[in-house]
């Protein structure tokens, strides 16, 4: 009977504490596994939308002096629109619709929330040909 007592190893009850305690601890890391790749998913769609509403700022350098409402949607669901205006004429010597005030708006859907992204700037108006 001593010998028997003597032997070493882990008891059953040990062994259930030690699995609990290694559930828990996956767990835990599944969860900060899973709220990383969601951040790091959110982030990539909020560095595509500032691309994107760089892109249309760039491509709409030049509008016509009258101004300018564009809109679209791409095919990953960003939705935008470009709206130029006539910039409110200062002292200057520029003939009207010279400079245009422009508005780029991107938005889209991350999950359950609205994301957008805004865009102002000035572009050169040009007359119509």
């Known amino acids: 009977m001593r010998r028997a007592r ?9 062994m259930l504490v030690a699995l609990a305690i290694l559930g828990l601890s996956l767990g835990a890391l599944y969860q900060a596994t899973s709220g990383a ?8 769609k909020y ?3 500032v691309e994107l509403a760089r892109s249309l700022v760039a491509e709409h350098a030049r ?3 009258g101004g300018l409402s564009v809109q679209g949607e791409t095919a990953g669901g960003f939705l935008w629109r470009v709206q130029a205006r006539p910039a409110q004429a ?3 010597s520029l003939p009207p619709g010279t400079v245009q ?22 572009a050169a108006g040009v007359p119509r040909e």
């Open 47 to 49: 560095a595509y939308g």
């Open 90 to 92: 200062g002292s200057g």
């Open 37 to 44: 790749t969601r951040n790091v998913r959110s982030a990539e």
């Open 6 to 14: 003597s032997a070493r190893g882990f008891s059953l009850l040990e």
């Open 101 to 122: 005030d422009i508005d780029v708006v991107v938005r889209w859907s991350d999950g359950r929330k609205a994301r957008e992204v805004v865009l102002n700037s000035v």
């Open 63 to 65: 509008v016509p002096a």
